[in-house]
């Protein structure tokens, strides 16, 4: 059984980033932002990694494949243009009736080999608090917390 990560195709690019925005507009939600600031959040996204509804320069969007069936998505390049080799997985989600089967963990191993092809000498990646499957399996693959932020609501 292999996994493997391919381009998507042009024509799935605007079904992606509808899927992507409506999750990560929920994962915003669910972190406590109010929906003016997480809708304001998904287009700063929008505008800074895809202008033109591109993937922005250096950024890829993939689909994780797996025996040759789409089961997921990966979408990771450089955190900034001034920081160009250091890389970040901006999204990785295996569909949900794939999910528990180490999917997960050979797509992030993926998202590694990825970036160091493309000279990346760092990999990171942010994680919402309320997502401890996540956390815990981001931890096995040796990424560790280099900032943690906290609310309390008043």
């Known amino acids: 059984m292999a996994t ?3 381009s998507i195709a042009d024509s799935e690019l605007a079904s992606y980033l509808a899927h ?5 507009l929920d994962e915003r939600l669910k972190a406590g932002d109010s929906r003016e600031y997480a809708e304001q959040r998904v287009a700063e996204s929008n505008e800074q990694y895809f202008p033109g509804g591109r993937p922005a320069p250096g950024h ?3 689909r ?3 025996d040759g ?3 997921g998505w990966l979408w990771l390049g450089p955190m900034a243009a001034e920081h160009p080799l ?3 997985v901006f999204d990785v989600e295996i569909d949900e009736e794939h999910r528990g089967k180490g999917l997960g963990r050979a797509a992030m191993l993926l998202a590694e080999e990825v970036a160091r ?3 990346a000498v760092k990999l990171g990646l942010n994680v919402f608090g309320h997502n401890t499957v ?3 399996l981001y931890s096995t693959l040796g990424y560790e917390v280099t900032a943690i932020n906290m609310s309390k609501p008043l």
């Not at 992507?20 to 990560?24: G, M, W």
């Open 117 to 119: 092809a493309a000279g």
């Open 69 to 71: 069936e789409a089961v």
């Open 86 to 88: 250091d890389w970040w």
């Open 64 to 66: 994780v494949l797996h």
């Open 20 to 24: 992507a925005n409506a999750e990560y």
């Open 60 to 62: 890829q969007v993939l």
């Open 4 to 6: 493997t990560v391919v």
């Open 134 to 136: 996540a956390q815990r």
